[in-house]
């Protein structure tokens, strides 16, 4: 693993990955590992459905991962998916003596005396939306202005307890120092651009158990919410419709076609069976599992305040159900908001379902490179 390399783990609400790699040029990456492992994921309540199954494939892909290096990670960077973490937004102030330059130790005081502790949470991270300075200029970055007061929108980044303390006794024989990411913010700044953030943005990151929503603001979460919807919840109406089991309702739905229109019926063969699927039944049935996500989609953005999001297009990505053909259109009708699906901008990576694994990997290696600027600030206060 080489000086630049990160290691991180990606907990997907069905798989882990483990990725080894560094920023190349351009800002591609290189990966030197990439492991996957299926487990059985978690429920709303932030419970591991299977812990002895989920400890298994975290220490399998790691160990896979250091077999594929031929060294041991000494330190990995774990992403909190958005059923297990909170987001704290924070308007905060602070004043100086005299009118000063600002620089990065008054940036990293300012973060530390707004953190706050939550009652079974950790913070892990912390980001800005917008500071404004005493002359009320709004800038992204005051480092390097002069000013004698800095006021800031602050995003503070919060895992639960139970998820932190689960991967500490993972890893606890494996000598692993564990960082923790927030995912969606990771993959939301990743994949939309800054100055589509400056102006508001919306995210969805869709899992096959789980998909979470954003209200983006810079680099920061307005406002943010886990719905137990995702294309698990289809495959399951599939299995209820037609019979199937679980892994061929899961390949059928990957099949799905919501533009095809009348009564055809068509052969589906799977492991060697075939069955007989009536593709309008196929199409009304993952229709029905979309507007259960769309229905959380609007009750969310029907509580969010303002008009600041009115014709803001919804950025989508994940494995969800992006791959189900005619979805985003469907989810955009439903909504009736302009969806755009989103992913990585890379040669091999180029999928809505890499989109966590390689945001993850460019939010790690930022903290590393920046010697871990952030744990310095969360580590004042006991985090």
């Known amino acids: 693993m080489g000086r630049n390399s990160v290691a991180i783990l990606d907990v997907r609400s069905s798989e882990l990955t483990v990725a080894v790699g560094e920023r190349g040029v351009n800002n591609t990456f290189v990966f030197t590992a990439m492991k996957t492992e299926p487990y059985l994921g978690f429920d709303e309540r932030g419970k591991f459905y299977d812990p002895e199954g989920l400890a298994d494939a975290a220490r399998s892909a790691v160990c896979a991962a250091e077999k594929i290096c031929n060294e041991r990670l000494k330190k990995l960077y774990i992403g909190v998916p958005g059923g297990f973490s909170t987001v704290l937004r924070k308007e905060h102030f602070t004043g100086f003596p005299k009118k000063i330059r600002i620089g990065q130790k008054e940036i990293d005081d300012f973060f530390a005396s707004g953190l706050e502790e939550i009652d079974g949470y950790r913070c892990i991270h912390t980001s800005s939306m917008i500071y404004f300075t005493a002359d009320n200029r709004n800038v992204v970055d005051p480092v390097g202005l002069h000013s004698n007061s800095l006021r800031g929108v602050l995003s503070y980044f919060y895992a639960e307890d ?222």
């Open 162 to 383: 139970s998820f932190v303390r689960t991967f500490e006794e993972i890893f606890r024989d494996m000598k692993l120092e564990l960082r923790f990411l927030p995912s969606t913010l990771a993959s939301a700044t990743y994949l939309i651009p800054a100055e589509t953030r400056d102006e508001y943005a919306l995210f969805l990151d869709t899992g096959y158990l789980s998909t979470t929503i954003a209200v983006l603001l810079g680099g920061g979460v307005l406002a943010q919410r886990t719905f137990w919807a995702g294309s698990g919840k289809i495959v399951g109406l599939i299995m209820e419709r037609t019979g199937l089991p679980v892994d061929a309702a899961a390949e059928l739905l990957d099949r799905a076609n919501l533009y095809i229109k009348g009564g055809q019926r068509t052969e589906f063969t799977y492991g060697g069976e075939s069955y007989e699927i009536d593709a309008s039944l196929l199409v009304e049935t993952v229709k029905e599992g979309l507007d259960i996500l769309c229905e959380q989609i609007s009750a969310f953005l029907d509580e969010c305040d303002g008009r600041e999001l009115d014709f803001k297009p919804l950025y989508v990505t994940g494995e969800g159900i992006t791959g189900i053909r005619g979805a985003l259109e469907h989810i955009s009708k439903r909504i009736s908001r302009v969806t755009e699906l989103v992913k990585p901008d890379l040669p091999y990576y180029n999928k809505p379902s890499m989109s966590s694994r390689i945001a993850l990997t460019d939010m790690a290696y930022e903290d590393n490179r920046k010697g871990g600027v952030l744990r310095r600030i969360i580590n004042r206060f006991g985090g």
